[in-house]
């Protein structure tokens, strides 16, 4: 069972550069989330898609942009990369809400330099 | 606004004693409480989730009370093995509000089971 599949694993930008994180679930759930994970920060949401089609800001989605393509998937952009911004990124669904279990994926670790 | 605290950040015990991982938070309104187990390079895995209207949860060796009026929730681990060795995070989903942002994480607690 995949479950949730992030790519890419592991990337490094040069301050400026823009990349689109993918993400995507086969359980055929309806709500997919964007977090990221910084030491001593915990889980800090930044975007999320409580079903197809809609989208809303989290806790902190100053510098990311967000698509949910379909039911399937949900990518995250940074338009130019910041030092800030290096961080891991998890992606997660769940089936409806955050009021169901999350399943989360491995994560993207990014490096902006 | 929701705040989860976990306490101790960081534990370390012999291979098959018994313990306890605590979270607390500090509005009693929530929906449902989830503990969850996170290996290092991985992403989250979802261990128990409790309702609101249930006081325990539990799967295997692994059992996860809650008192809501307290704000406070256990985990126990009994007789704990190496590969239970991980962080365990909680995290409670307020009643009020639809959006995501009323899931509030704790930063974790660091388990070490030596051999």
């Known amino acids: 069972n995949a479950g949730v599949t992030q790519t890419p694993k592991f990337q490094v930008l040069k301050t400026g550069q823009s990349m689109t994180l993918q993400c995507a679930q086969d359980?055929?759930?309806?709500?997919m989330y964007w977090y990221r994970q910084d030491p001593g920060m915990g889980l800090r949401l930044i975007y999320y898609s409580a079903s197809e089609g809609t989208t809303d800001k989290g806790e902190v989605p100053n510098g990311y942009n967000v698509s949910r393509l379909n039911k399937r998937e949900f990518s995250l952009r940074l338009e130019s990369a910041a030092p800030s911004q290096t961080s891991v990124y998890f992606c997660?669904?769940?089936?409806?809400?955050?009021?169901?279990?999350?399943?989360f994926g491995n994560g993207t670790r990014l490096t902006v330099t | 606004k929701q705040e989860v605290t976990q306490i101790p950040a960081a534990l370390s015990v012999p291979e098959g004693e018994n313990l306890v991982l605590n979270c607390s938070f500090t509005?009693?309104?929530?929906?449902?409480l989830q503990w969850f187990r996170q290996d290092p390079g991985k992403g989250l895995t979802s261990l128990l989730l409790?309702?609101?209207?249930?006081r325990e949860q539990t799967s295997g060796r692994l059992n996860a009370s809650l008192d809501k009026s307290s704000g406070r929730s256990t985990l126990y681990i009994a007789a704990s093995q190496p590969g239970d060795s991980a962080t365990y995070l909680c995290?409670?989903?307020?009643?009020?509000?639809?959006?995501?942002?009323?899931?509030?994480f704790g930063k974790g607690t660091h388990l070490i089971i030596q051999p």
């Open positions: 995290a409670v989903t307020a009643i009020r509000g639809g959006g995501a942002d009323g899931l509030t």
């Open positions: 359980m055929n759930h309806n709500s």
């Open positions: 509005d009693s309104a929530i929906y449902n």
């Open positions: 997660a669904s769940s089936e409806a809400g955050i009021r169901s279990p999350l399943h």
């Open positions: 409790i309702q609101s209207s249930q």
